[in-house]
């Protein structure tokens, strides 16, 4: 039996649970997740490695109707993972009947004609309609894509969700070195570990409007310094940010320090500072110095 190996789009809906998948299936923290849709904003690569097969997964933004320049890169860079992977692996809110979002996505993927599998994940949710639920997807969906039920919280069906997905790549070598579970820079997961615990602490408007840069890492021998620099829209959102005498910042700090430390497997000094840029979602230069070219 020939060792395969290939990459697999993560496609769906926002909030339908792709980056908490995404971790499940190599067992690390390698994609931020929170109760916030439109978490996801870059397309990050995961490598799940088995005895038989290499998977390189991309966990891309959720596919969605743009209200700014940056949604509207966000959505191209989805759409631009389907022509460059092997296969599509569209992740839909199984606890819930097909909708309209879920149907346009489908047409999309037909256009596309790149491979298909489906994941009906959120099993753990569904009770004795879950074969009503799963036939509402089968209307919509290609009768040649498989359809599998899975929990990205529990991990039911996941091993079986893997085992179909390397079964339809090509064969071929490993892509990367088989201890490796995610090949994105130490700086850009930083930057998104901090973006998480602002999704986390705050709530409305704020954490659309947020977008984090690592200013610098100094490697200063017995801790790493990081200095991150949080960017929002209205000095509003600042104030919510940095809260009654600095507390929700320092929440903030506090919660992204510990997550680093597990990244980089030692201690971390975070500081972090609060800059006010207007529009910033809509300036392309802005976005093109964050890293959202929409490539």
């Not at 996801?40 to 596919?63: E, H, K, M, S």
């Not at 893997?162 to 700086?187: F, K, N, R, T, W």
């Not at 209205?234 to 506090?254: A, F, N, P």
Request: proline letters at 7%; hydrophobic letters at 40%.
């Amino acid at each position: 039996m020939p060792f395969r190996s290939g990459f697999v789009a993560l496609i769906g809906r926002p909030n339908v649970g792709k980056s908490t998948l995404l971790n499940h299936l190599v067992g690390e923290k390698v994609a931020i997740t929170s109760p916030v849709a439109q978490t996801t904003r870059n397309r990050l690569r995961a490598i799940l490695t088995t005895p038989t097969a290499q998977l390189v997964l991309l966990d891309t933004p959720g596919i969605h109707k743009p209200h700014h320049l940056l949604g509207q890169r966000l959505v191209q860079s989805a759409r631009g993972a389907i022509g460059e992977v092997d296969q599509v692996l569209l992740l839909v809110d199984g606890s819930q009947p097909a909708g309209r979002g879920d149907a346009w996505i489908v047409e999309l993927l037909r256009q596309a004609r790149t491979p298909v599998q489906v994941a009906l994940n959120k099993s753990d949710r569904v009770g004795a309609d879950a074969d009503d639920i799963a036939a509402t997807y089968r209307e919509i969906v290609s009768p040649v894509w498989p359809l599998h039920r899975c929990s990205a919280l529990t991990g039911a069906g996941c091993p079986a969700l893997v085992e179909a997905l390397a079964a339809a790549l090509p064969p071929g070598p490993h892509l990367y070195p088989p201890e490796m579970v995610s090949d994105q820079p130490e700086q850009l997961l930083m930057a998104e570990l901090v973006r998480e615990q602002v999704l986390l602490h705050t709530r409305e408007e704020v954490p659309h409007s947020v977008a984090v840069q690592i200013d610098r890492i100094v490697d200063d021998g017995p801790r790493t310094a990081v200095l991150a620099t949080v960017l929002v829209e209205r000095s509003s959102q600042k104030g919510i940010l940095i809260g009654q005498g600095g507390r929700m910042l320092k929440e903030i700090g506090r919660g992204a320090r510990l997550q680093m430390q597990k990244l980089i497997d030692g201690p971390v000094y975070l500081e972090l500072f609060v800059k006010v840029v207007p529009n910033w979602r809509r300036h392309p230069g802005r976005l093109a110095e964050l890293g959202y070219r929409g490539d």
